[in-house]
């Protein structure tokens, strides 16, 4: 099947440091890409989704500004959590899909800001 | 209401046990439905998708029942390597667009 790379698989940072996750679809073309939390025993809640060429579009509660994506090609997406917060520490997933196939999840990264 | 809703869990069962999960979603309107497997701390990988006609994937059998809103998924002769989560995901929007709500997981542990 398709593979998605994220990295990096984990992150300690500092409080009030920024952090950046890049997601990339390795053998196809991810016209979108999806952007996920996982809390601790809790479902993965969406964060954004984000189209290649354009801004994301962020879910209710997100903060645009606090997490930017950016999805400048095809092939990678990158979410950076800026000044990062111990309440930020979380497990992040990235998927992609290509038109209208399903989507390929990624590794995940988790999280933790200390 | 949730807008996918899960059995509670945990489910610990005997090896070579049947178990069966459940899943109801909220919005009628909902197109695709899916069921995923999610080892600790690893991403989610698609289990099988559920169709109306209901699906048979070797030990696993998944249904759907559109008019309750409900979703299944059975396990036959579980083995110790199905111990996971297993999310019900339903894409909510299913107007050309694809966004997947999770459920918040049933876990099962098989034990030997």
């Known amino acids: 099947g398709a593979v998605v790379s994220q990295h990096p698989s984990r992150v300690i940072c500092k409080s009030g440091t920024s952090v950046k996750i890049e997601c990339r679809s390795l053998?196809?073309?991810?016209?979108?890409m999806f952007w996920y939390r996982q809390f601790p025993k809790q479902s993965l809640m969406l964060m954004a989704t984000?189209?290649?060429?354009?801004?994301?579009?962020?879910e209710q509660g997100v903060e645009k500004d606090k997490f930017l994506i950016n999805h400048a090609s095809l092939t990678l997406s990158t979410l950076t959590v800026t000044s990062a917060h111990p309440e930020d520490s979380s497990f992040y997933i990235c998927?992609?899909?290509?038109?209208?196939?399903?989507?390929?999840f990624g590794q995940g990264t988790r999280l933790t800001v200390v | 209401r949730k807008e996918v809703e899960q059995d509670p869990g945990p489910f610990n069962v005997p090896e070579g046990a049947t178990v069966a999960f459940n899943c109801t979603y909220s919005n009628s309107a909902s197109q695709s439905f899916f069921w995923y497997r999610q080892d600790c701390r690893k991403e989610p990988k698609l289990l099988m998708s559920?169709?109306?006609s209901g699906n048979e994937d070797g030990r696993f059998t998944a249904q759907l029942n559109r008019a309750s809103q409900y979703i299944s998924l059975l396990i036959r002769d579980s083995k110790l390597s199905d111990s996971a989560t297993y999310l019900c995901?339903?894409?909510?929007?299913?107007?050309?667009?694809?966004?997947?709500?999770f459920g918040k997981g049933t876990k099962l542990s098989v034990i030997p």
């Open positions: 995901v339903v894409n909510i929007d299913g107007a050309g667009s694809y966004q997947l709500t």
């Open positions: 998927s992609a899909k290509e038109g209208h196939t399903e989507a390929f």
């Open positions: 559920v169709y109306s």
């Open positions: 053998d196809f073309q991810a016209t979108t």
């Open positions: 984000s189209n290649e060429g354009s801004k994301a579009t962020y």
